[in-house]
């Protein structure tokens, strides 16, 4: 399940949404990621989050495509937040089942090292009298890059 | 009329996400139409050539010389910023 | 937090609570463990999980803190049943809140692998008319080595 | 009298998970409680001594000869399982 909104979501609720789903599967991995109190300046921090509808979706659902042919998954849940966020609201959760625990911890992993360089999404920063476009630190390149050469 | 959309900072600076366009004749490809933004707003069109910013034409991913026609839609996304 | 007990636990609320507490943080990793519905032999799987009173709170506790000093870590949260536990039961749940998302991953996949092999567990998996007491496969033993090799 | 816990599989060879045993003169240690044990159950002591099996002297690890008395909690621990 792949859903990009402007809805606030709850990690928990999703959860034993995706537990329900996954009923069966040995291993359930999942991550959020969330807006930080306070951005890089210093200052508090909302975020503004852009989409190209549709065409994220599809991006996503590549980015879960491959996942699923690198690692034997169950199911796989994706939701992230568009619109305007303000701090500790969750952005991005990726839900992962699998029978074994190394599958459900790479392909979560990978997912989201993935969704931070890959997927249409554009991120400002917004600060008391400042905004920022952010794009991917040169850490999140280097994390994407660890699955090209590993496998 | 053919439909143009910017995302992230690229939107900022065209003053607006989306923008409907009647296509000059000579702007047949995704290189053409830069040229007939930057007739108006050089900022704008400096921006759409960096090197990091892709087109996508009708969902697909484009090049410059990638064929548009006025019942197109033609995006410009600069470096993604997910998560 | 540590706990160990008998009582069944709802993963979806473990996390709603665990992200209440690690409020701030920017990243959350969390992990469950099932009872599989088969046992290896095919049959319907039950398990039986012992547990050392004490040391096994204290086995689980020197393992948090081997993580912690691994990585700049948040909250952590470890529970484990015990007793006796039937098919599609969370058996286990790891929750990680770190300020970067490398932090809680990595974390969370250390802490899972020992949990595995350094926790003092005992488990029987219960089938019709057999039971067998279970001891880690080579490739537990392989994943809890590969943080050895590593740092 | 000393108290002995078997975790696990040697709980069901020595048909209980605890014991209250009042150490012979000679059993000082750990090497001497198994050779207590193995007078009345040899086939628990061969398994107490497994390779495997790790003895625990009042929640401490302990080895062949750590020193026992009548007021200790021994435990004989075969590899885990947890997860």
Known sequence: ?151 | MARILFFGKLGDLAGGRAREMALPADACNVAGLIAAIRESDVVLADALEEISVRAVVNEEMARADTAITDQDEIAFLPPVSGG
Chains 1, 3 share one sequence.
């Open chain 1, 1 to 151: 399940m792949i859903r990009v909104s402007e809805e606030p979501f709850d990690p928990g609720a999703e959860l034993t949404a995706f537990e329900r789903a996954a009923d069966g599967a040995g291993a359930v991995a999942s991550f959020t990621g969330k807006v930080r109190a306070r951005a890089a300046s210093g200052a508090v921090n909302t975020l503004y989050l852009e989409h190209y509808p549709g065409l994220t979706e599809k991006s996503i659902a590549a980015i879960e495509a491959e996942a699923r042919e690198r690692w034997a998954l169950e199911h796989v849940n994706i939701i992230h937040r568009i619109g305007r966020l303000n701090p500790g609201d969750p952005i991005v959760m990726v839900c992962v089942s699998s029978a074994h625990r190394r599958d459900a911890f790479e392909a979560a992993d990978f997912l989201m090292d993935y969704l931070k360089t890959e997927a249409l999404f554009w991120k400002k920063e917004i600060t008391s009298g400042d905004e920022a476009w952010i794009e991917p630190r040169d850490q999140d390149y280097q994390d994407a890059a660890r699955w090209r050469k590993e496998k």
